[in-house]
Protein backbone atom coordinates (compact mmCIF):
# COMPACT_ATOMS: atom_id res chain seq x y z
CA UNK A 1 0.00 0.00 0.00
CA UNK A 2 1.31 3.51 -1.07
CA UNK A 3 2.01 6.26 1.88
CA UNK A 4 0.35 9.58 1.28
CA UNK A 5 3.87 12.41 1.32
CA UNK A 6 2.92 15.50 2.46
CA UNK A 7 4.41 17.72 0.00
CA UNK A 8 5.83 20.76 1.15
CA UNK A 9 7.26 22.83 -1.72
CA UNK A 10 9.45 22.80 -4.73
CA UNK A 11 12.85 21.99 -4.73
CA UNK A 12 14.78 24.49 -5.83
CA UNK A 13 17.84 22.43 -7.88
CA UNK A 14 15.75 20.31 -9.83
CA UNK A 15 11.93 21.53 -9.39
CA UNK A 16 10.84 18.24 -8.65
CA UNK A 17 8.46 17.65 -4.65
CA UNK A 18 10.15 17.83 -1.43
CA UNK A 19 7.90 15.98 0.99
CA UNK A 20 8.44 15.85 5.12
CA UNK A 21 9.84 12.71 6.22
CA UNK A 22 10.57 11.41 9.48
CA UNK A 23 13.74 13.45 10.01
CA UNK A 24 13.01 16.67 7.99
CA UNK A 25 12.65 17.68 4.18
CA UNK A 26 13.50 15.50 1.41
CA UNK A 27 13.47 16.46 -2.49
CA UNK A 28 12.16 13.20 -3.86
CA UNK A 29 15.06 12.74 -5.84
CA UNK A 30 17.29 12.07 -3.35
CA UNK A 31 16.91 8.61 -2.07
CA UNK A 32 17.90 5.49 -3.44
CA UNK A 33 21.64 4.33 -4.11
CA UNK A 34 22.33 7.04 -6.65
CA UNK A 35 19.98 10.10 -5.68
CA UNK A 36 20.11 12.99 -8.50
CA UNK A 37 19.00 15.64 -6.05
CA UNK A 38 21.20 16.72 -3.25
CA UNK A 39 18.27 18.35 -1.28
CA UNK A 40 17.79 17.19 2.26
CA UNK A 41 16.93 19.82 5.36
CA UNK A 42 17.02 18.31 8.69
CA UNK A 43 14.10 19.25 10.71
CA UNK A 44 16.29 20.16 13.77
CA UNK A 45 18.66 23.09 12.52
CA UNK A 46 20.26 25.09 15.40
CA UNK A 47 18.65 22.86 18.38
CA UNK A 48 15.05 24.36 16.69
CA UNK A 49 12.60 22.41 15.34
CA UNK A 50 11.74 23.88 11.71
CA UNK A 51 7.96 24.47 11.03
CA UNK A 52 6.34 23.70 7.10
CA UNK A 53 5.66 27.16 6.28
CA UNK A 54 9.62 28.02 7.46
CA UNK A 55 10.38 25.48 5.06
CA UNK A 56 8.74 26.49 1.89
CA UNK A 57 9.61 29.99 2.12
CA UNK A 58 12.90 28.81 2.70
CA UNK A 59 12.59 26.87 -0.48
CA UNK A 60 11.68 29.51 -2.62
CA UNK A 61 13.69 32.70 -1.41
CA UNK A 62 17.12 30.19 -0.34
CA UNK A 63 17.50 32.61 2.47
CA UNK A 64 15.26 33.42 5.47
CA UNK A 65 15.26 34.80 8.65
CA UNK A 66 14.55 33.55 11.61
CA UNK A 67 14.36 33.75 15.51
CA UNK A 68 15.11 30.93 18.33
CA UNK A 69 17.84 28.98 17.56
CA UNK A 70 19.80 28.18 20.67
CA UNK A 71 23.47 27.15 21.36
CA UNK A 72 24.89 23.82 23.40
CA UNK A 73 24.62 26.15 26.23
CA UNK A 74 20.95 27.47 25.92
CA UNK A 75 21.60 30.84 24.34
CA UNK A 76 19.56 31.95 22.03
CA UNK A 77 19.86 33.96 18.54
CA UNK A 78 18.05 34.59 15.50
CA UNK A 79 20.33 34.47 12.37
CA UNK A 80 19.86 34.17 8.54
CA UNK A 81 19.56 30.35 7.10
CA UNK A 82 20.79 30.41 3.17
CA UNK A 83 20.76 27.48 0.94
CA UNK A 84 23.92 26.93 -0.37
CA UNK A 85 24.41 25.65 -4.31
CA UNK A 86 26.02 22.17 -2.91
CA UNK A 87 22.40 21.56 -0.45
CA UNK A 88 24.32 22.27 2.60
CA UNK A 89 22.29 24.95 4.76
CA UNK A 90 24.36 27.60 6.09
CA UNK A 91 23.80 29.80 8.86
CA UNK A 92 24.46 33.73 8.49
CA UNK A 93 24.68 36.44 10.83
CA UNK A 94 25.69 39.58 8.54
CA UNK A 95 23.31 41.15 5.97
CA UNK A 96 25.25 43.95 5.21
CA UNK A 97 27.76 46.77 5.17
CA UNK A 98 27.50 49.57 8.28
CA UNK A 99 27.57 52.42 6.44
CA UNK A 100 30.16 53.74 9.21
CA UNK A 101 32.55 51.03 9.61
CA UNK A 102 31.80 47.33 10.82
CA UNK A 103 29.21 44.55 9.27
CA UNK A 104 25.40 44.82 10.01
CA UNK A 105 24.63 41.55 11.77
CA UNK A 106 21.46 39.95 13.10
CA UNK A 107 20.10 40.70 16.72
CA UNK A 108 17.43 39.88 18.54
CA UNK A 109 15.72 43.59 18.35
CA UNK A 110 17.81 45.35 16.26
CA UNK A 111 20.22 44.58 12.66
CA UNK A 112 23.28 46.28 14.60
CA UNK A 113 27.08 46.91 13.53
CA UNK A 114 29.66 44.07 13.90
CA UNK A 115 31.70 47.31 16.06
CA UNK A 116 28.78 47.69 18.64
CA UNK A 117 30.67 46.38 21.58
CA UNK A 118 34.11 47.29 20.00
CA UNK A 119 35.90 48.74 23.04
CA UNK A 120 38.28 51.16 20.80
CA UNK A 121 36.08 52.58 18.13
CA UNK A 122 32.38 51.48 19.61
CA UNK A 123 29.43 52.25 16.51
CA UNK A 124 25.89 52.40 17.67
CA UNK A 125 24.38 51.97 13.93
CA UNK A 126 21.48 49.83 14.51
CA UNK A 127 18.32 48.98 12.33
CA UNK A 128 15.91 48.44 14.24
CA UNK A 129 13.44 45.15 13.46
CA UNK A 130 10.77 46.51 14.37
CA UNK A 131 9.49 50.21 13.39
CA UNK A 132 6.03 51.62 13.58
CA UNK A 133 4.90 48.18 14.30
CA UNK A 134 5.99 46.92 11.37
CA UNK A 135 8.66 43.76 11.24
CA UNK A 136 11.36 44.62 9.15
CA UNK A 137 11.79 41.60 6.62
CA UNK A 138 15.27 40.43 5.51
CA UNK A 139 14.83 41.70 1.97
CA UNK A 140 14.34 45.14 3.73
CA UNK A 141 17.06 45.41 5.66
CA UNK A 142 18.81 44.58 3.12
CA UNK A 143 17.92 47.12 1.09
CA UNK A 144 18.67 49.53 3.98
CA UNK A 145 21.89 47.98 4.08
CA UNK A 146 22.38 48.58 0.09
CA UNK A 147 20.52 51.25 -1.28
CA UNK A 148 20.19 53.44 2.06
CA UNK A 149 16.44 53.29 1.22
CA UNK A 150 13.56 51.05 1.12
CA UNK A 151 12.19 50.23 -2.29
CA UNK A 152 8.14 50.45 -1.30
CA UNK A 153 6.27 52.31 1.63
CA UNK A 154 5.77 50.07 4.56
CA UNK A 155 2.78 49.62 6.39
CA UNK A 156 2.73 51.06 10.02
CA UNK A 157 0.91 52.20 12.92
CA UNK A 158 0.21 55.35 14.78
CA UNK A 159 -0.36 55.14 18.67
CA UNK A 160 -4.12 55.11 17.84
CA UNK A 161 -3.79 52.37 15.86
CA UNK A 162 -4.85 54.05 12.39
CA UNK A 163 -2.37 53.09 9.44
CA UNK A 164 -0.22 55.16 7.27
CA UNK A 165 2.75 54.36 4.85
CA UNK A 166 6.11 55.66 4.83
CA UNK A 167 9.40 54.58 3.37
CA UNK A 168 12.28 54.03 5.35
CA UNK A 169 15.71 55.35 4.37
CA UNK A 170 19.07 56.46 6.45
CA UNK A 171 19.36 60.28 7.98
CA UNK A 172 21.88 62.69 6.33
CA UNK A 173 23.90 62.17 9.22
CA UNK A 174 24.17 58.33 8.55
CA UNK A 175 22.92 57.71 11.93
CA UNK A 176 19.74 56.64 12.23
CA UNK A 177 16.55 55.45 10.50
CA UNK A 178 13.89 57.95 9.47
CA UNK A 179 10.62 57.42 7.84
CA UNK A 180 10.55 59.10 4.33
Not at 45 to 70: P, Q, T, V
Not at 128 to 141: K, M, V
Request: proline share 3%; net charge neutral.
Amino acid sequence: MDSEKKIIGRCPFCGSNVVKTCKGYRCENNTGEHPSCVLNINAIIGNRKMNDGEIAEFLEKRRILLDGFSTKEGKTFPTVLELADDGAVNMQSVIGRCPHCGEIRVGTKAFNCSNYSNQEAPCSFAIWRNIGGHQLTLEEAKELCEKNITSSELEMYREDGSIYRKRLGLAPDKLQIVKI
